[in-house]
């Protein structure tokens, strides 16, 4: 007989016996409609071993690498320590070594950590100051030896966390940082696959990861950037973009500014409506879409009713904190 | 329901489908027809597309005759809020339309066509919540 572990408590799973009917009979409450390993809504996650194979058929590239799997479809092979979806790992501590300026108004913040840390380029972590005030800020850069973490922060008038950062936060400082969520993260496999990604204001920080991995990862298909924002303020990174296309024969470049009256060498429009009319058609495309929520869903769909699969879709909306007035 | 579509040569209508992975073929063509629909698209909130597309294959799952524990109950209880919204025959009949309109786009043979209508249509009350 197997075990499940959630949290503090432990159970045994009978033969024949999903994991979710396991939990169920032990009046666990999780969430579950089809029971047939269809509608997701049993998405939970294996934090030690592997989950069977057949409990993630359907399931995003990107969760199976992470290890989700449906619980009304799983039998387990062995024992498993699971949670649900947000219920979260273990925190790490980390150290302000660096931060900059990226435009008046995007901060580029670097990290040092001590501890074991994984993630991939593109998901995003919480970030928690000494008062405990909390937000989302994705992971700019890939994982490599030197323990550290990017993040491209862009300052709201009166955002409690950005504003923090942006005018008190200082080098030496520690914060927390949650274990790395999301599947909004490039996976090898598939290189000559199309790539199109966009992003607006800071959504660039999530894509720059990605892009980075997957040309570290050999990516051989064609990858086409859009980045907009609605003035100068937004734009950052031209240089560095500039210089990867130089470098890259694969990596296309577009900065495209939407506000009215503004004098650059970039084109006028939003990012998105750019990136969808200078592509025929996105069957058997690759999608990214990162930043401002509306822009992200409109996308979503867009690209959809444009031919890209479902599954190839990644999305990483900013949502904001709405504030009661 | 699935099972009476036993058919004659020992092969369910799921299986002469090709299963699975003809699900997963058809879902997205299937769903682009609908969200396209004006008809009926407003039936379909897309705040979430990832877990709507999920719901669409469990729909073309049943429809294809392969296993489900769905019942009657679960059909009206599922759509008992788009009946609020105002869900009815003519609604139903467009999904129908896109139905067989994917099966032929997916190069079905006419007659397993037929069959998977003919699930689909068999669900039309309990679907319209009558
Ligand atoms: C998955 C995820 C990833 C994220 N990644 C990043 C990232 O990489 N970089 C990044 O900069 N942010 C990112 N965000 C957003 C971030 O988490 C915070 O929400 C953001 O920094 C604002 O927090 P705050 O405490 O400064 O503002 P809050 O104190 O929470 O206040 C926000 C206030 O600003 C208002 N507001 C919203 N939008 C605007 C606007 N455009 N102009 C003026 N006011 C506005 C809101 O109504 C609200 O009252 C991400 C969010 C999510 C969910
Ligand atoms: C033709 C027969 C139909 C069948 C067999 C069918 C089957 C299903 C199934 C199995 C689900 C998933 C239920 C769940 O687990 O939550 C579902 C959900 C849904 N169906 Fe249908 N359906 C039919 C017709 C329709 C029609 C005519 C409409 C609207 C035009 C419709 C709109 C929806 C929507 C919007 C959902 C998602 C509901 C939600 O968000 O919870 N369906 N359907
Ligand atoms: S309950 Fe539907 S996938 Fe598990």
Not at chain 1, 48 to 65: C, E, I, M, R, Y
Not at chain 2, 23 to 40: G, S
Request: aromatic share 8%; with cysteine.
């Amino acid at each position: 007989m197997r075990s499940i572990t959630i949290g503090e408590s432990t159970f045994s799973c009978q033969p024949d016996e999903t994991v979710l009917e396991t939990l169920l009979r032990e009046n666990v409450q999780i969430p579950n409609g089809c029971r047939q390993g269809l509608c997701q809504a049993c998405l939970m996650r294996s934090l030690d071993n592997s989950p069977p194979v057949s409990a993630q058929a359907g399931l995003k590239d990107t969760l199976q690498k992470q290890n989700y799997f449906l619980a009304c479809v799983c039998h387990p092979e062995q024992d498993m320590t699971i949670a649900l979806p947000n219920q979260r790992g273990a925190s790490i501590e980390a150290c302000v070594i660096r931060k900059q300026l990226l435009t008046p108004d995007i901060v580029h913040l670097v990290l040092e950590y001590q501890t074991q840390f994984n993630f991939f380029a593109g998901q995003f972590v919480n970030l928690k100051r000494p008062d405990g005030l909390t937000r989302s800020y994705s992971i700019a850069n890939i994982p490599q030896h030197e323990n550290i973490l990017e993040f491209h922060i862009r300052r709201l008038p009166n955002g409690q966390f950005s504003s923090w950062v942006y005018d008190e936060l200082e080098v030496g400082t520690l914060l927390t940082v949650s274990e790395a969520q999301g599947s909004c993260h490039y996976l090898p496999g598939r290189e000559e696959q199309p790539l199109m990604l966009v992003g607006t204001g800071s959504g660039l920080a999530p894509l720059y990861g990605i892009i980075a991995d997957a040309l570290a990862q050999n990516h051989s298909g064609p990858i086409h950037l859009f980045h907009g924002s609605r003035d100068l303020n937004g734009l950052y990174f031209i240089d560095e973009m500039r210089e990867l296309a130089a470098e890259f024969d694969n990596f296309h470049y577009t900065a495209c500014l939407s506000g009215e009256d503004i004098e650059s060498g970039h084109v006028r429009g939003r990012a998105h409506d750019i990136a969808l009319s200078s592509i025929e058609t996105l069957s058997g495309w690759r999608v990214f879409l990162c930043g401002h929520p509306e822009m992200v869903n409109q996308t979503k769909r867009m690209a959809f009713m444009k031919g890209a699969s479902m599954g190839d879709i990644y999305t990483d909306a900013f949502h904001v904190l709405q504030v009661e007035k | 329901m699935s099972d009476s579509q036993e058919s004659t040569a020992n092969q369910t209508l799921y299986e002469k489908l090709g299963g699975e992975a003809a699900v997963n073929a058809a879902v997205d063509i299937f769903y682009r027809k609908v969200l396209a629909d004006y008809r009926i698209n407003r039936f379909f909130d897309n705040s979430d597309m990832e877990k709507q597309a999920a719901k669409q294959k469990a729909f073309l799952t049943m429809a294809f005759g392969g296993p489900n524990n769905y019942n009657g109950t679960d059909m009206r209880n599922a759509h008992a809020r788009l009946v609020k919204m105002g869900l009815n025959s003519s609604h139903f009949d467009a999904v129908m339309e896109h139905l067989g309109a994917t099966l032929i786009e997916l190069s079905v043979p006419q007659e397993l066509i037929a069959q998977a209508a003919a699930i689909a249509e068999s669900t039309r009350n309990d679907v319209l919540g009558k």
